[in-house]
């Protein structure tokens, strides 16, 4: 059984319930790269721009692109969370990103 067949499982059986777990599961699959567990858990309930924010930070200092995209298209993200996100973006060289992430 592959992680996102077992993520489904738990969701369809109310296991990840409440904002708060779903919230540290997406930042748990940003901060190992796992896309499809990312968008699985994002079309089963929505989250707070904190736990999109703190998963756009741990997307492993940005260099999952796709996941960041996901992220910031899933929603507004607190301004701590995109401001940290867009240094570590520029730092970085993910000048693409930087552009997405640039506070308001």
Excluded at 3 to 16: D, K, M, N, P, T
Excluded at 61 to 71: A, F, H, P
């Amino acid at each position: 059984m592959s992680y996102l067949e077992i993520i489904q499982v738990l969701l369809s059986s109310g296991a990840l319930i409440s904002a708060q777990d779903r919230g540290l599961a997406v930042i748990e699959a940003a901060r190992e790269g796992f896309v499809d567990i990312v968008k699985e858990l994002l079309a089963n309930g929505a989250l707070s721009a904190n736990h999109r924010g703190q998963a756009i930070c741990h997307a492993d200092g940005l260099q999952y692109e796709q996941i960041v995209k996901i992220l910031v298209e899933n929603g507004t993200i607190a301004d701590e969370h995109r401001n940290r996100a867009h240094a570590i973006a520029t730092e970085n060289g993910y000048l693409d990103l930087a552009q997405l992430l640039k506070p308001a």
